[in-house]
């Protein structure tokens, strides 16, 4: 199994625990007085924004090389996608070709004529 089956799964994964990482942080420092807590009943929101904020560019810059990975695992997949579904295109074309009816190939008589 190559390394890159699982691109898409370890690189959501991996970004889930940056920012429960950053949630925890941010509550924390949160709890401790040293950024805001929120207004009011918004604490968990607020902090939960801030995590999201700080999390996106620790991400960016961390996760280059699985983002990679993860965007060749998708291309490779739609290229596959792309080919099966040119080859059932000319499948269909070939049975739609062979069913359709000929046309006739020269004057028919009918055997009454109008004279």
Known sequence: MSS???ATLRY???RLG???GCLIVVGLLAQFGLVPAGIG???PVWLVLLALVISAPLSYVLLRRHRDAMSEQIVGGVDRAKERLAANQSQEDAAVDA???QPPRGPR???TSSV
Do not use: C, D, L, W
């Open 12 to 14: 959501t994964t991996m």
């Open 109 to 111: 008589r009918t055997g």
């Open 99 to 101: 069913a359709a009816p």
């Open 41 to 43: 009943k918004s604490n």
């Open 4 to 6: 890159k089956s699982h």
């Open 18 to 20: 940056i920012f429960v």
